[in-house]
Nanobody, 121 residues
Framework: QVQLLESGGGLVQAGGSLRLSCAASGSIFSIIDMAWYRQAPGKQRELAASITSGGRTNYADSVKGRFTISRDNAKNTVYLQMNSLKPEDTAVYYC???????????????WGQGTQVTVSS
């Protein structure tokens, strides 16, 4: 069982930066894949960035070059550094843990409650 707690969301002006943190409970953090998803109003949840247990990263095209995902296994924490924020980055950001493959698709077993990021123009 893994519990996730996100923090770091807030209101920022376009062009600004925020760093999201996701603290995970449990002893398996270092061996599980992690990700940040986001859901904007009226839209489906989408993957923003992911990081494997080995540190390999993947980004949505819309955030490449602006967002950086990282993890600190000693602190059981994954981060999302968001720079050059745009109004279209406004969304609830969710931390996800423990990626599996089901029916040919990636799914995550554990989810946080989400943290709101609002970017004003």
């Amino acid at each position: 069982q893994v519990q996730l707690l996100e923090s770091g969301g807030g209101l920022v002006q376009a062009g600004g930066s925020l760093r999201l943190s996701c603290a995970a409970s449990g002893s398996i953090f270092s061996i599980i894949d992690m990700a940040w998803y986001r859901q904007a109003p009226g839209k489906q949840r989408e993957l923003a960035a992911s990081i494997t247990s080995g540190g390999r990263t993947n980004y949505a095209d819309s955030v490449k070059g602006r967002f950086t995902i990282s993890r600190d296994n000693a602190k059981n924490t994954v981060y999302l550094q968001m720079n050059s924020l745009k109004p279209e980055d406004t969304a609830v950001y969710y931390c996800a843990a423990d990626r599996r493959v089901r029916a040919g698709a990636y799914v995550y077993n554990y989810w946080g409650q989400g943290t709101q990021v609002t970017v004003s123009s």
